[in-house]
C-alpha cells in the first residue's frame, strides 16, 4: 500500500483502508492478526509548534519520546525519564504537538477502530517484568488475544496457525538510518513479518503500508526474492565500494569533554594521513566529524571511517595505531575504539 495515496485518499496515516478492512474480514472468522511496528512509545517527538524546538535527552543526541500510560518522556537510548514540562523552555509558550507514531499510539487507534477485538502489545515496556515475553506469546498463542501489535520482536521466528494477516507498519522506517546496511536491515525484517502469516493450513497475506514503495528492499521483501534483494545490494555495495565489496575500519573517539574528543580525532586523522604518505594506493577517510549519536549518556561521540580493498591494509594501520595511541599522554582519559566491517553505524 502506497501510504501518499491513501493519505492524499483522506485515509488514516496509521493504518490504510485495504488493512483496515483486512484486519476485519480476519476478526469475522475468528483469526488473529499481527500488526509490526519497530517503533515504542506513544510517539517519538515533542515538538513546540510556534518556534520548532523539540525536546531533547539532556544526556544523548537523541528526541525523548512521549509514553502516554506513564505521562513521561523517555529517552530510548539511556532510559532518562522527564516529565512534560508545560511551557516551551526557547519560546516560553505552551504549544507542544506530539508528531509522529509508537506502539501505544497505534494499540490506541486499533482499540477505537475494532472495540470488540482483544489486543496485546509487546514491546520494551510491556515486557520489562520477568517472564513477561513469554505470558504475553502464550496468551497469544492460546488465542486469548486476536491482534498481536509490537515492535520487532513480535516476528523473531514465533509460529502460530491461526495468524492469516501481518501488517507492516511504516515499513520505510529503518531505510532512513544513516548506515550503508539499512536497505539489508530492512528487507531482513519485512521477510521475518512476512513469514509469520499462513504458517498452519489457511492462507496467510501480509500488507506492507510504505511512503517508498519503489526501493527495491521494499518491492524484493514483497517478492520474497532473496536473489533480486543480493543483486541490487551488491551492485550498490560495489558502486559505493562498502563491505564485502571493500572493507572498513572505524575508529571511535568518546570522551566526557566534548572539544578533547574533537582534538583527539583530529589528531588520529593527521597521524593517518602522515602514515599514508608515498603509499600507492593510500586508506581512504570519509568525512569524519560527531558520530550519528554524537552524545551517549553524557560521553560525547567522534568518528572516523576509514576504507580500502585490501583487508590487510587497515589491519596493518590499526597494528602500527595502537601502540601510539595506548603511550601518547594526549589520549589520557579517552576511550578510542577499533571496528572492522562494522555491523552497525556509529
Given amino acids: ?7 492524499g485518499n483522506s485515509e488514516s496515516y496509521l493504518l490504510s483502508n485495504d488493512l483496515l478492512d483486512a484486519i476485519y474480514e480476519r476478526l469475522q472468522k475468528k483469526e488473529q492478526i499481527v500488526l509490526l511496528l519497530n517503533r515504542r512509545g506513544y510517539t517519538p517527538i515533542l515538538r513546540c509548534i510556534s518556534c520548532g524546538f523539540v525536546q531533547m535527552c539532556p544526556h544523548c543526541d537523541v528526541a525523548m519520546s512521549y509514553h502516554k500510560e506513564e505521562q513521561v518522556l523517555k529517552c530510548h537510548t539511556c532510559g532518562h525519564t522527564m ?4 511551557y516551551c ?22 482499540q477505537i477502530k475494532f472495540p470488540q477485538a482483544r489486543i496485546l502489545r509487546m514491546d520494551a515496556d510491556t515486557t520489562g517484568k520477568k517472564h513477561a515475553h513469554e505470558d504475553i506469546l502464550k496468551s497469544f498463542g492460546n488465542h486469548e488475544a486476536d491482534i498481536l501489535l509490537g515492535t520487532q520482536m513480535i516476528v523473531k521466528g514465533h509460529d502460530y496457525a491461526n ?14 538510518e544513516q548506515d550503508f546496511r539499512s536497505g539489508e536491515k530492512t528487507f531482513q525484517l519485512l521477510c ?19 511512503y517508498s514503495p519503489e526501493h527495491y528492499s521494499i518491492t524484493t521483501a514483497a517478492e520474497h526474492s532473496y536473489e533480486n534483494f543480493f543483486k541490487e545490494e551488491y551492485t550498490y555495495r560495489q558502486l559505493m565500494g562498502y563491505p564485502p565489496c571493500a572493507h572498513m575500519l ?18 588520529i586523522e ?11 594506493v593510500p586508506v581512504q577517510i570519509l568525512t569524519p566529524g560527531q558520530a550519528s549519536l554524537s552524545k551517549l549518556k553524557d560521553v560525547y561521540r567522534q568518528v572516523l571511517y576509514l576504507k580500502h580493498k585490501d583487508k ?7 597494528r602500527r595505531l595502537e601502540p601510539v595511541l595506548e603511550k601518547h599522554p594526549m589520549f589520557a582519559g579517552i576511550t578510542i575504539q577499533f571496528d572492522f566491517d562494522p555491523l552497525s553505524h556509529y
Fill in 89 to 110: 523552555p526557547t519560546c516560553g509558550k505552551a504549544s507542544w504537538r506530539y508528531l509522529g507514531i509508537g506502539t501505544q499510539k497505534l494499540e490506541e487507534f486499533v
Fill in 312 to 318: 590487510e591494509t587497515l589491519l596493518d594501520l590499526k
Fill in 270 to 280: 593527521k597521524m593517518i594521513e602522515q602514515s599514508q604518505v608515498g603509499q600507492e
Fill in 83 to 86: 516529565s512534560v514540562p508545560a
Fill in 250 to 267: 572505524v575508529i571511535l573517539v568518546q570522551s566526557g569533554d566534548e572539544s578533547q574528543s574533537v582534538i583527539a580525532r583530529l589528531r
Fill in 1 to 7: 500500500v502506497e501510504m501518499r495515496k491513501a493519505v
Fill in 163 to 176: 495468524v492469516t494477516l501481518v501488517g507492516i507498519l511504516a515499513a520505510d522506517l529503518s531505510l532512513h
Fill in 192 to 210: 521475518q513479518a512476512a513469514g509469520r502469516a499462513g504458517r498452519g493450513d489457511k492462507r496467510g497475506d501480509v500488507i506492507i503500508q510504505t
